[in-house]
Nanobody
Framework: QVQVVESGGGLVQAGGSLRLSCAAS????????MGWYRQAPGKERELVAI???????NYADSVKGRFTISRDNAKNTVSLQMNSLKPEDTAVYYC???????????????????WGPGAQVTVSS
């Protein structure tokens, strides 16, 4: 019923910038939080940034001041602008949305989390 798809990513040198975008589509009533996680090889998935529907944002300490999350509620999209990239930012980046679909709304259910397939970001030194 819902699709979440990332775009962007790629290979960049240290100090460079990349932008990730994510779009959710389907029978969506509302999206609460949207955000980004990342997972580097051999490491656990970690939260990078979150943006709520009301405009609250939060970031992992490791990316504060370098990454900026933004979302468009009307378009069901979220983006992550990544500046001053470091080799340690290399990971697969996953977009997520806490989505309430129309069918679940009618059943009185709550939102559930949907994930994108991931986008590779590689930062070379």
């Amino acid at each position: 019923q819902v699709q979440v798809v990332e775009s962007g990513g790629g290979l960049v040198q240290a100090g460079g910038s990349l932008r990730l975008s994510c779009a959710a589509s389907g029978s969506i009533f509302v999206i609460n939080a949207m955000g980004w996680y990342r997972q580097a090889p051999g490491k656990e998935r970690e939260l990078v940034a979150i943006a709520t529907r009301g405009g609250y944002t939060n970031y992992a300490d490791s990316v504060k001041g370098r990454f900026t999350i933004s979302r468009d509620n009307a378009k069901n999209t979220v983006s992550l602008q990544m500046n001053s990239l470091k080799p340690e930012d290399t990971a697969v980046y996953y977009c997520y949305g806490d989505i309430l679909v129309n069918a679940d709304l009618q059943r009185g259910l709550r939102s559930s989390r949907s994930w994108g397939p991931g986008a590779q970001v590689t930062v070379s030194s």
